[in-house]
């Protein structure tokens, strides 16, 4: 048995951009060992270069083979491109199968890519829990832009919209009618829309339920509108438009000011999901103590869950007192 | 299909097996499962991976045709602890030393590689001597391959 390199040992050489020191960093974040938090936030530091574009939609809609083609796309004009594509975890196992790359196979002996795949693990939303950290590494490590893919979404998992300077949802033909379209949730947090496999005959109604519902929104003339975007990886018609519209969307979020304010976002929302998780873990290493007495009187209808939360926290906040 | 493999699936509430695989690793064993060359059999190789993923392993499956270069890359950027390589081709002796050296070029020895698949018990001997760290041949039951894959892992240790 070997002795693992520290972590900080490995700062320097993925900030250089090399593939193994940038695998491994990603994979101690991923097993939320704490022997890498302080190499993560030299990490951290480095950060903010490069455009984090979330790729999102529902299971089988094209979103693999769309960052494929994206990827490649965006390697014609010589920039770097990272991808995390992220898969369920399986919730009786804990496994996953982790399948994405399949699609971009093309993309695998391309140094100029580096393409990560990423299980939930429990966690919802739509990301994994270390995504974010991921993002970071890659960033840091000179990728011009990060393709974030999260698992297949249903309607409501939009937290890829906190972490990304640009929202891409992507809707395939033939799912739903126009009153999917104006329903709450995913639809709305896009920048921009998506209609994958656009060589198919049912496409054009497709594209035309979106417009019409982006159409039915008041919205303020100067802002931003997410434009419909067809595309197809069968015939790879649309993909470099899609690409220069991301281009344009990056452009308009630096013009207007929106830049700052979505990295505002991100950093209070990861701050905050952090304080959580760290939270949590505390609650459940002390199961047995203060939580078992807790959940005892709750179960027994004594007190109510709200008040048991309170009286744990508190517990909680006295422990560290100590 | 399920039934048949209840031995090692484990039916159950929802997260129990997560917490028991938590409780057993800080983290799951990543494995990219991979076919290489002209070899479009892959039947076998998805049982091996859904077997892995019910044990509570996160999977990366390659797809079929896969170059060397391409799977050493992989298995680089997913930072894999096992790299299971299956051929039913007959090229194994002429690809597994490919991928040893590639391993090699990249820094990666530390990836652990398993060859499974229908082999001359010969070459199984010639593997081993080269570097590889398993080689399970048909007829090897889910589990024992599941087993296997842990056992490497821990031997390996922390890395």
Same mark, same amino acid.
């Given at each position: 048995?070997?002795?693992?390199?520290?972590?900080?040992?490995?700062?320097?050489?993925?900030?250089?951009?090399?593939?193994?020191?940038?695998?491994?960093?990603?994979?101690?974040?991923?097993?939320?060992?704490?022997?890498?938090?302080?190499?993560?936030?030299?990490?951290?530091?480095?950060?903010?270069?490069?455009?984090?574009?979330?790729?999102?939609?529902?299971?089988?809609?094209?979103?693999?083979?769309?960052?494929?083609?994206?990827?490649?796309?965006?390697?014609?004009?010589?920039?770097?491109?990272?991808?995390?594509?992220?898969?369920?975890?399986?919730?009786?196992?804990?496994?996953?199968?982790?399948?994405?790359?399949?699609?971009?196979?093309?993309?695998?002996?391309?140094?100029?890519?580096?393409?990560?795949?990423?299980?939930?693990?429990?966690?919802?939303?739509?990301?994994? =829990?270390?995504?974010?950290? $991921?993002?970071?590494? #890659?960033?840091?490590?000179?990728? *011009? &832009?990060?393709?974030?893919?999260? @698992? !297949?979404?249903?309607?409501?998992?939009?937290?890829?919209?906190?972490?990304?300077?640009?929202?891409?949802?992507?809707?395939?033909?033939?799912?739903?009618?126009?009153?999917?379209?104006?329903?709450?949730?995913?639809?709305?947090?896009?920048?921009?829309?998506?209609?994958?496999?656009?060589?198919?005959?049912?496409?054009?109604?497709?594209?035309?339920?979106?417009?019409?519902?982006?159409?039915?929104?008041?919205?303020?003339?100067?802002?931003?509108?997410?434009?419909?975007?067809?595309?197809?990886?069968?015939?790879?018609?649309?993909?470099?438009?899609?690409?220069?519209?991301?281009?344009?969307?990056?452009?308009?979020?630096?013009?207007?000011?929106?830049?700052?304010? =979505?990295?505002?976002?991100? $950093?209070?929302?990861? #701050?905050?999901?952090?304080?959580? *998780? &760290?939270?949590?873990?505390?609650? @459940? !290493?002390?199961?047995?103590?203060?939580?078992?007495?807790?959940?005892?009187?709750?179960?027994?209808?004594?007190?109510?869950?709200?008040?048991?939360?309170?009286?744990?926290?508190?517990?909680?906040?006295?422990?560290?007192?100590? | 299909?399920?039934?048949?493999?209840?031995?090692?699936?484990?039916?159950?509430?929802?997260?129990?097996?997560?917490?028991?695989?938590?409780?057993?690793?800080?983290?799951?064993?990543?494995?990219?499962?991979?076919?290489?060359?002209?070899?479009?059999?892959?039947?076998?190789?998805?049982?091996?991976?859904?077997?892995?993923?019910?044990?509570?392993?996160?999977?990366?499956?390659?797809?079929?045709?896969?170059?060397?270069?391409?799977?050493?890359?992989?298995?680089?950027?997913?930072?894999?602890?096992?790299?299971?390589?299956?051929?039913?081709?007959?090229?194994?002796?002429?690809?597994?030393?490919?991928?040893?050296?590639?391993?090699?070029?990249?820094?990666?020895?530390?990836?652990?590689?398993?060859?499974?698949?229908?082999?001359?018990?010969?070459?199984?001997?010639?593997?081993?001597?080269?570097?590889?760290?398993?080689?399970?041949?048909?007829?090897?039951?889910?589990?024992?391959?599941?087993?296997?894959?842990?056992?490497?892992?821990?031997?390996?240790?922390?890395?």
């Amino acid at each position: 048995m070997s002795v693992p390199k520290p972590s900080l040992q490995l700062v320097a050489e993925v900030l250089e951009g090399q593939a193994r020191s940038l695998s491994r960093l990603i994979s101690r974040a991923e097993a939320g060992e704490v022997e890498c938090r302080p190499a993560l936030a030299e990490v951290y530091r480095h950060t903010g270069r490069a455009h984090v574009i979330g790729i999102t939609g529902v299971p089988g809609s094209g979103k693999s083979t769309l960052v494929r083609g994206l990827a490649l796309a965006a390697r014609k004009s010589e920039r770097k491109v990272g991808v995390i594509a992220i898969d369920p975890s399986s919730p009786y196992s804990g496994g996953a199968i982790l399948g994405d790359r399949i699609r971009m196979n093309e993309l695998n002996s391309d140094p100029g890519i580096f393409i990560r795949s990423m299980a939930t693990r429990g966690a919802l939303g739509g990301l994994a =829990r270390a995504s974010l950290d $991921a993002v970071d590494l #890659m960033d840091a490590a000179g990728f *011009d &832009i990060v393709l974030l893919e999260t @698992v !297949g979404v249903g309607q409501d998992e939009v937290d890829v919209v906190q972490a990304t300077h640009t929202t891409v949802v992507v809707s395939a033909p033939g799912l739903g009618d126009d009153v999917q379209a104006i329903k709450a949730g995913i639809l709305e947090i896009a920048d921009i829309h998506v209609v994958s496999k656009c060589d198919r005959s049912d496409a054009n109604k497709t594209i035309t339920d979106l417009k019409m519902m982006l159409g039915l929104g008041l919205r303020e003339q100067t802002t931003w509108q997410p434009p419909v975007v067809p595309t197809s990886g069968e015939t790879g018609q649309g993909i470099e438009a899609l690409l220069t519209t991301i281009d344009e969307h990056r452009a308009y979020l630096q013009q207007s000011g929106e830049l700052a304010k =979505r990295r505002r976002q991100t $950093a209070e929302m990861r #701050m905050l999901k952090t304080a959580e *998780d &760290i939270l949590r873990q505390r609650f @459940v !290493g002390r199961r047995d103590g203060v939580a078992a007495e807790l959940l005892e009187q709750v179960i027994a209808r004594d007190i109510d869950p709200y008040a048991a939360a309170q009286r744990l926290l508190a517990a909680l906040h006295e422990g560290e007192a100590k | 299909m399920r039934a048949r493999f209840s031995g090692w699936l484990l039916p159950g509430k929802p997260m129990q097996g997560l917490e028991e695989n938590r409780a057993r690793h800080s983290s799951p064993i990543r494995i990219l499962i991979a076919k290489v060359g002209l070899d479009g059999h892959d039947r076998g190789v998805k049982i091996v991976a859904r077997a892995l993923r019910d044990a509570g392993m996160d999977v990366i499956y390659s797809g079929l045709h896969r170059t060397p270069e391409e799977v050493v890359n992989t298995a680089v950027q997913e930072d894999v602890d096992v790299l299971g390589v299956s051929l039913l081709s007959g090229a194994h002796m002429t690809i597994f030393p490919r991928l040893i050296e590639l391993l090699k070029q990249n820094n990666a020895q530390d990836i652990i590689l398993v060859g499974g698949g229908v082999m001359p018990d010969a070459d199984v001997v010639a593997l081993k001597a080269m570097g590889v760290a398993e080689v399970l041949l048909q007829d090897t039951p889910p589990n024992i391959i599941v087993e296997t894959v842990r056992r490497l892992v821990a031997e390996r240790g922390p890395r």
